[in-house]
């Protein structure tokens, strides 16, 4: 296992796939840095007129909710329907799952477009799979495990990879699920870490098309350990957001190997 999620992030490196992101206006440069310091391409694009030609030559996208409005919920739909006729991975980030109903009626229709991977904290995730949630805005009231049973039930009803987020990270799919505790609190204190992570796993999926559970376990094991040793350098979350770029940058096989604490079920 350890093999293959290594395998994934280098192809990441060597391959530099386009991500294309539809995504929200307070990460789209942490998110854009996240994936080129991991050696991916991003590009920021919803226009009506261009949506689809871009999808056409990204390898994967990712929809993320964050900042949603009429005209680019418009935007998404278009992008997900091009995805969807090309064959395409397509990452949903539901950011602020019920929080507002426009949210909860916006990320009804996205699931009817069937989703590669869903990536979202464990408020989020309960939201989505209709487990009583509360919610805060964009930040989770809940652990992580607590989201376990709705991320398993709505990976069976919507038979896309679920990802919850949190202190552990749970990457769920029909029949299985891996659990990783890599990661350090000072990442929920920065905005825009699970949408960076959403990214990464838009990244993995383009060079991993046939195994987006893995892909998405190779995401966010990068994810935690690039943030394991931020933390190791940072007094607080300036520092760390600085440090998780170069952490990611300069990944080795040899860390990746040693700090990786991967949990798989069965
Ligand atoms: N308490 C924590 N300990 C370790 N890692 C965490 C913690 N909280 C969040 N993370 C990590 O931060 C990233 C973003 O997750 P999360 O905060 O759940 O998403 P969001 O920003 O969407 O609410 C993930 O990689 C997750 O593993
Ligand atoms: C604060 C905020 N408000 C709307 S989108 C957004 C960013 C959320 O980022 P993340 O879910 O990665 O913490
Ligand atoms: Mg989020």
Not at 19 to 41: C, F, K, R, W
Not at 64 to 86: F, P
Request: net charge negative; aromatic share 6%; charged share 15%.
């Amino acid at each position: 296992m350890k093999e293959q999620l290594w395998s994934i992030l280098s192809a990441v490196r060597q391959n530099s796939p386009l991500v294309h992101n539809i995504t929200n206006y307070v990460v789209m440069n942490n998110t854009a840095n996240a994936l080129l310091a991991a050696g991916a391409s991003p590009v920021m694009a919803h226009a009506h007129s261009e949506v689809s030609d871009m999808v056409s030559i990204a390898g994967a996208l990712v929809v993320n909710i964050g900042t949603l409005d009429e005209y680019w919920v418009e935007s998404m739909k278009l992008a997900v329907k091009q995805a969807n006729a090309l064959q395409k991975a397509w990452v949903l980030d539901p950011v602020g799952a019920g929080a507002t109903s426009y949210r909860n009626n916006v990320l009804e229709e996205l699931l009817s477009y069937r989703p590669t991977v869903i990536r979202g904290n464990a408020s989020e995730i309960m939201a989505l799979a209709k487990f009583s949630s509360n919610t805060k805005g964009v930040d989770s009231t809940s652990l992580s495990e607590e989201a376990l049973e709705a991320a398993q039930q709505l990976s069976e009803t919507t038979s896309a990879v679920v990802c919850v987020s949190g202190a552990t990270d749970y990457i769920v799919n029909k029949s299985n699920y891996n659990a990783l505790s890599n990661g350090h609190v000072l990442m929920s204190r920065i905005t825009g870490m699970g949408c960076t992570a959403s990214a990464l796993v838009g990244a993995c999926c383009a060079v991993s098309a046939d195994n987006a559970f893995a892909a998405t376990t190779a995401a966010m094991a990068l994810m935690g350990i690039a943030g394991d040793i931020a933390a190791e350098k940072a007094p607080g979350p300036g520092t760390m957001q600085v440090q998780f770029l170069d952490a990611l940058y300069q990944l080795s096989e040899y860390d990746f190997r040693e700090r990786l604490k991967l949990e798989t079920n069965p």
